[in-house]
Antibody, heavy 121, light 107 residues
């Protein structure tokens, strides 16, 4: 059973860089069929897709965040990572990593438990 | 980008009630729509994909319908464990987009 686990600092200062890692177990990040995604949810609000990456490094981003986001993959560690620069309080959210199931469309079947990142000085 | 609009934003219902949630896409997405259930403090759970296909393990009281731009999630007989927030999501194209959510509350 595929499992995803987010990790990273829970507190980031304004204007600094938010960095999170998603560790994948029970499956290989190197599978060519899948995109690996990041989604966030501000407290009390809805879901916002941030971006997705394939094992080969092909990426898609939310246009509203594209200028500040980098997503990378490390197949040797079976991990993929998110970097968001120049953060503000508006970036405070629970951040999830996720992947689709066997159906070849981006229906997000597998989710990490989420990690709360607070932007505050 | 494809905008997803859900309604209502919240609904109060009783156990046993039939509940219907709608989702409208700003442009046609064929049948490439999913529904998720989220409970407080938990990650979203995939309920339905490709408009009407039930994810494994999801009770049959959940159903989905629609195509093009208009979609519906129906809970035929609301159970206590169904009180949660529901989101639609289009999988037609990147960027992926979600509806704003519908909170199903106890009446």
């Amino acid at each position: 059973q595929l499992q995803l686990q987010e990790s990273g600092p829970g507190l980031v200062k304004p204007s600094e860089t938010l960095s999170l890692t998603c560790t994948v177990s029970g499956g290989s990040l190197s599978s060519s069929s899948y995109y690996w995604g990041w989604i966030r949810q501000p407290p009390g609000k809805g879901l916002e897709w941030i971006g997705s990456i394939s094992y080969s490094g092909s990426t898609y981003f939310n246009p509203s965040l594209k200028s500040r986001v980098t997503i990378s993959v490390d197949t040797s560690k079976n991990q993929f990572s998110l970097k968001l620069i120049s953060v503000t309080a508006a970036d405070t959210a629970v951040y999830y990593c996720a992947r689709r199931g066997l159906v070849a469309r981006e229906y997000l079947q597998y989710w990490g438990q989420g990690t709360l990142v607070t932007v505050s000085s | 980008d494809i905008q997803m609009t859900q309604s209502p934003s919240s609904v109060s219902a009783s156990v046993g009630d039939r509940v219907t949630i709608t989702c409208r896409a700003s442009q046609g997405i064929s049948s490439w729509l999913a529904w998720y259930q989220q409970k407080p403090g938990k990650a979203p759970k995939l309920l339905i994909y490709t408009t009407s296909s039930l994810q494994s393990g999801v009770p049959s009281r959940f159903s989905g319908s629609g195509s093009g731009t208009d979609f519906t999630l129906t809970i035929s007989s609301l159970q206590p464990e169904d009180f949660a927030t529901y989101y639609c999501q289009q999988a037609n194209s990147f960027p992926l987009t979600f509806g704003g959510g519908t909170k199903v509350q106890i009446k």
